[in-house]
């Protein structure tokens, strides 16, 4: 039986599982690692939470244990091509243990220390000359001396960067633009099939997300308080895609990325732009699909955000080093106002995010204008993990290597290279709508929500790669480091997988698109 059918029907705990609940499993007594596959499943079944998951779906466990370059290794000695690179982290590939030397290195000397108000460490404060430079290098003009605020993850930076937004409005007024001070300007536009996190802030980005988030806090008043300008924080529009903007919305003559613009600024209009602080938007949507953006859009969307008095902030969490630039924005040529960046930071080997800051809006935010410090002139935020000296010394390390080694130019090199395998691959398959691919993002729309089941399903054939929450996408993300032969067989299971599917006769209606 495929993995699939254990989590689509099995409804109750496997009667298999060799402890229940309540007894005790003691895993790797004495710090040696003495678990099976079995006990560890137990212990999984028993005591962990997955992210986006359910206890069924734990039954068809996999436990990595190992990994190099492109492969990795369970507990069992099963080997999987990762077309995931970690969770879309991992560029350089796995088990590198130049990377591991300079945590090690850095561990024995200074493990932690705080970043808060005056206090720093030396990698901290290099780590944010460095990515300022690398900001201002490719976005001169706007981004020159901008300022960074370090991370441990993605989510936390996005709402770093909307509570920066935030203090930008309450702040400008006099110095900045018409708008800001003795407005509440606190709304947000972001789009659809977006990801941003799964946090209060970037979960309510998300309007697919209804158990979390603002949405959810919504629930329950009358549809007149949802649907009114000052209770609405949230709101969204169309991404400029072929496949992601209703069609209905377009009018004669535009394009899907004219269409997506005259749509963000009918909103900003609607919501009123004293209202609105920030649109916040990926230059390629990751999880969503790969799903890269009408070349026209940005530039409109820069004009209108000027106009209105809107910050422009790029979530860049999972495109940074990814596409073939350092940033996603270099696909358009617009320079965003904040840039939240994570993932391939540190190539996956500890966690580290970071938040760039136009230097201007920072000049605004921070502006004192009494003798002495009043409380709300103090940014009232901080992570524990921010500026973490570990974390910080193998970021440093990840971004020479990547520099020294020109891997920007060989990402976008090899995301050619497995757009044409994928697309040659999958060619003539049915339930495969679209391919597509920016860098090393490659996605697969089919043509029902059968994306999970895919995913599953390939794991057997020994190939790692995932299922968008929209469930009609794929996602791969491999790594820098896996070799044309590699994804080669990565194509080869998926046709294999997707082609099963299609020899099944309803696998087109079983599940049809929601969207
Ligand atoms: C584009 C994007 N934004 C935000 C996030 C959230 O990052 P984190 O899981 O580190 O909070 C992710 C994670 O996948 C992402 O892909």
């Not at 209804?210 to 919504?218: A, F, I, L, Q």
């Not at 005259?262 to 999880?287: M, S, W």
């Not at 060989?410 to 691959?425: D, H, V, W, Y």
Request: net charge negative; proline share 4%; hydrophobic share 40%.
């Amino acid at each position: 039986m495929s993995s699939l059918e254990n989590f689509t029907s099995t409804m109750s705990y496997p009667e298999n599982a060799t402890l229940k609940e309540g007894e005790k499993v003691i895993l790797g007594k004495g710090g040696k690692e003495t678990a099976t596959y079995a006990d560890l499943k137990a212990s999984d079944e028993l005591h962990q939470m997955h992210g986006f998951g359910h206890p069924l779906m734990q039954h068809a466990l996999v436990v990595f244990e190992s990994g190099e370059g492109a492969v990795l290794k369970d507990v069992n000695g099963d080997e999987y091509l990762d077309a995931l690179a970690g969770i879309t982290v991992s560029h350089l590939g796995h088990g590198r243990a130049d990377l591991a030397q300079v945590a090690f290195e850095q561990m024995t000397k200074l493990e932690a220390s705080s970043n808060q108000r005056n206090l720093t460490n030396n990698n901290a404060i290099k780590l944010c000359e460095r990515l300022s430079g690398l900001a201002g290098r490719v976005f001169p003009e706007k981004m020159t001396g901008s300022r960074v605020y370090l991370t441990a993850g993605g989510g936390e930076g996005i709402e770093a960067a909307y509570h920066l937004a935030l203090r930008f409005w309450n702040k400008s007024g006099p110095l900045g633009t018409p708008y800001g001070r003795g407005y509440k300007k606190q709304k947000v536009i972001s789009f659809r099939n977006c990801y941003h996190g799964s946090t209060f802030i970037p979960a309510s980005l998300k309007p697919e997300f209804s158990d979390y988030g603002w949405k959810r806090w919504m629930e329950g008043h009358d549809r007149d308080v949802f649907e009114s300008n000052s209770h609405r924080m949230f709101c969204h529009i169309d991404p400029p895609h072929e496949l992601f903007l209703e069609k209905n919305k377009m009018k004669p003559g535009e394009n899907v990325g004219q269409a997506a613009a005259r749509q963000l600024e009918e909103r900003i209009l609607h919501e009123g732009a004293k209202t609105v602080a920030a649109f916040v938007f990926e230059p390629v949507q990751g999880d969503g699909g790969a799903v890269d953006m009408h070349r026209d859009f940005f530039p409109l969307a820069e004009e209108i955000c000027k106009r209105y008095g809107i910050l422009m902030i790029a979530d860049e969490i999972m495109t940074f080093a990814k596409t073939g630039h350092w940033f996603g924005m270099e696909l358009y040529g617009v320079c965003p106002d904040i840039m939240v960046i994570s993932k391939g930071l540190t190539c996956g080997y500890l966690p580290a995010g970071a938040v760039i800051y136009r230097n201007d809006l920072w000049n605004t935010a921070f502006n004192k204008t009494l003798p002495k410090l009043a409380l709300s002139d103090v940014w009232q935020h901080d992570y524990t993990w921010s500026g973490h000296p570990v974390c910080s010394a193998v970021a440093l390390r990840a971004l020479d290597i990547i520099e020294n080694e020109n891997l920007i130019e060989l990402c976008a090199k090899r995301g050619q290279e497995f757009l044409k395998i994928l697309k040659s691959e999958l060619d003539g398959l049915h339930v495969v709508q679209q391919v597509r691919g920016t860098g090393v993002m490659l996605g697969v729309d089919l043509i029902s929500d059968i994306a999970v089941d895919v995913e599953q399903v390939l794991l057997e054939y020994g190939v790692v790669l995932r299922a968008s929450t929209n469930k009609h996408c794929l996602l791969l993300t491999p790594p820098y480091a896996m070799t044309e032969e590699q994804f080669k067989k990565v194509a080869k299971s998926l046709r294999k997988v997707l082609n099963s599917f299609t020899t099944l006769a309803e696998s087109a209606i079983s599940k049809p698109r929601q969207s």
